[in-house]
């Protein structure tokens, strides 16, 4: 699929290059959201400490440049919950700004795979905190960092959850603008099974409420570049659920390959690559199927309007493209026909004699399922060129 550079990005290069928006320092984490790398916290709370009058703290889980989380207990309820404290030194309108936004955000979805929100407020001290569902997991950075770059089906299955999520979060109105691995929790449920959890929406965008305009004309950026779509990188205002569509594809491509499509040490660089790069393709490099690359690559177009119009449908592809490969459920053992494709009348191979296969349709720009054993069979058994890498490198 042909791809093209954004219109004018030359000249905002020029642009962004004079501004402090994005640092030219050589630093592999340019995380601009949440992160913000791994500044130590100053010791400011301790376990035990009462918040509010409610909550006590039992013990610190996570630590980051903007503040703390901590496991602590709702002493009147005796609920076990999950608190994230704000550093003092950091306390500003704007950064108090995170956890409304992030309350509020919450506050409009009640989805199993999002993180709940319970409670918002101040400490004594004035410190802003908030108080969510506890979630014992591991984040699917640490799944991908232990276990390096996974199968198609396996990638797929864990993040057709996340798809659904938050395609229910746009229909609220909430667009996340930080969809990566490391906002992605695993929940350990019965028989194996693992649950996606969407976490982080401090930095969302809600479609309803009225953004600031300062926020573009200085190239104000949210997000994590790794993941960012080029409006995004750009701090352009027409930011909308398509942006996921592209962090959502961006986490899966780092899921098949090991790295994400656009990944540099240098921030101006990687600003560059989002906007003027193709999207290396994965077929050659690490032998992914040129049907799921079609789904994957139409989700990095550089416009939002060619792109996924919706996180459904592209759930509704990656479904099709899972049950040709006779995976009939997600990670968390959800029907994929229950979920993603009660549109159709599917036909299995039992009752057709033959494996569904997802081909590409270039004028309904969707995939549907036709039928090709042969073609699958050649796909499957050809012999594979002299030089040619199965893994990526």
Same mark, same amino acid.
């Not at 982080?200 to 573009?216: H, I, N, Q, W, Y």
């Given at each position: 699929?042909a791809?093209t550079?954004?219109?004018?990005?030359g000249e905002?290069?020029s642009?962004?290059e004079t501004?402090d928006?994005?640092? *030219?320092?050589d630093?592999?984490s340019w995380d601009? &959201?949440?992160g913000f790398g791994?500044s130590?916290c100053?010791v400011h @709370?301790?376990?035990?400490?009462?918040?509010?009058?409610?909550?006590r703290?039992l013990?610190?889980?996570?630590?980051?440049a903007? &503040?703390t989380?901590?496991v602590a207990?709702?002493?009147?309820?005796?609920?076990?919950?999950a608190? #994230?404290?704000?550093?003092?030194?950091?306390?500003?309108p704007?950064? $108090?700004? @995170?956890f409304?936004?992030?309350?509020?955000?919450a506050?409009?979805?009640?989805h199993?795979?999002?993180?709940?929100?319970?409670?918002?407020?101040e $400490?004594?001290?004035g410190?802003?905190?908030?108080v969510?569902?506890?979630?014992?997991g591991?984040s699917l950075?640490?799944?991908l960092a232990?276990e390096?770059?996974?199968?198609p089906?396996r990638?797929? =299955?864990l993040l057709l959850p996340?798809a659904?999520?938050?395609?229910a979060a746009?229909e609220k109105?909430?667009?996340?603008?930080?969809?990566k691995?490391d906002?992605?929790?695993?929940?350990?449920r019965?028989?194996?099974?693992l649950?996606?959890?969407?976490?982080d929406? &401090?930095?969302? #965008?809600?479609v309803?409420e009225?953004?600031?305009?300062?926020?573009?004309?200085s190239?104000?950026v949210f997000g994590?570049p790794?993941y960012?779509?080029p409006?995004?990188?750009l701090a352009l205002p027409t930011?909308d659920?398509r942006?996921?569509? /592209?962090?959502?594809c961006?986490m899966m @491509?780092?899921l098949?390959?090991g790295?994400p499509?656009? *990944?540099? !040490?240098?921030?101006l660089?990687?600003l560059r690559?989002v906007?003027?790069d193709?999207?290396?393709?994965?077929?050659d490099?690490?032998? +992914?199927d040129?049907?799921l690359w079609?789904i994957l690559?139409r989700g990095l177009? #550089?416009?939002a309007?060619? !792109?996924?119009?919706?996180l !459904?449908?592209l759930?509704?592809? +990656?479904?099709?493209?899972?049950?040709s490969r006779?995976?009939?459920?997600d990670a968390?053992g959800? =029907?994929l026909?229950?979920?993603?494709l009660?549109y159709?009348?599917?036909?299995?191979?039992?009752s057709?004699?033959e494996t569904p296969?997802? =081909? /590409?349709v270039e004028?309904? &720009?969707r995939?549907?399922?036709?039928?090709?054993s042969r073609r699958?069979?050649?796909r499957?058994h050809r012999?594979?060129?002299?030089?040619?890498?199965?893994?990526?490198h």
């Amino acid at each position: 699929m042909a791809r093209t550079a954004v219109q004018g990005a030359g000249e905002i290069m020029s642009r962004i290059e004079t501004t402090d928006a994005w640092s *030219s320092t050589d630093d592999s984490s340019w995380d601009l &959201g949440e992160g913000f790398g791994e500044s130590p916290c100053s010791v400011h @709370y301790q376990d035990g400490d009462l918040i509010a009058g409610k909550y006590r703290l039992l013990r610190k889980i996570g630590e980051g440049a903007m &503040g703390t989380v901590w496991v602590a207990t709702n002493v009147a309820v005796e609920s076990t919950v999950a608190i #994230k404290l704000m550093r003092p030194e950091l306390r500003s309108p704007e950064l $108090t700004d @995170y956890f409304h936004r992030e309350a509020r955000a919450a506050g409009r979805m009640n989805h199993a795979e999002i993180v709940r929100v319970f409670d918002l407020g101040e $400490t004594a001290d004035g410190d802003p905190y908030l108080v969510m569902e506890l979630i014992e997991g591991e984040s699917l950075r640490s799944v991908l960092a232990r276990e390096g770059r996974m199968t198609p089906e396996r990638a797929i =299955s864990l993040l057709l959850p996340v798809a659904g999520a938050m395609h229910a979060a746009h229909e609220k109105g909430v667009v996340h603008r930080d969809l990566k691995p490391d906002n992605v929790m695993l929940v350990r449920r019965g028989g194996g099974r693992l649950q996606p959890k969407v976490v982080d929406f &401090g930095v969302a #965008k809600l479609v309803a409420e009225r953004e600031e305009s300062s926020a573009s004309a200085s190239f104000e950026v949210f997000g994590t570049p790794d993941y960012m779509p080029p409006e995004q990188a750009l701090a352009l205002p027409t930011v909308d659920r398509r942006a996921d569509v /592209w962090s959502f594809c961006a986490m899966m @491509y780092e899921l098949l390959s090991g790295r994400p499509p656009f *990944s540099s !040490r240098n921030a101006l660089d990687g600003l560059r690559a989002v906007l003027q790069d193709a999207v290396p393709s994965l077929v050659d490099a690490c032998d +992914l199927d040129a049907d799921l690359w079609a789904i994957l690559e139409r989700g990095l177009q #550089k416009e939002a309007s060619a !792109r996924w119009s919706s996180l !459904r449908e592209l759930g509704e592809a +990656l479904a099709a493209w899972l049950w040709s490969r006779d995976v009939r459920e997600d990670a968390r053992g959800v =029907s994929l026909q229950g979920e993603w494709l009660p549109y159709e009348e599917i036909c299995t191979p039992v009752s057709c004699g033959e494996t569904p296969r997802l =081909s /590409w349709v270039e004028e309904r &720009g969707r995939p549907s399922r036709r039928w090709s054993s042969r073609r699958r069979a050649h796909r499957l058994h050809r012999p594979r060129p002299q030089g040619e890498q199965a893994a990526c490198h």
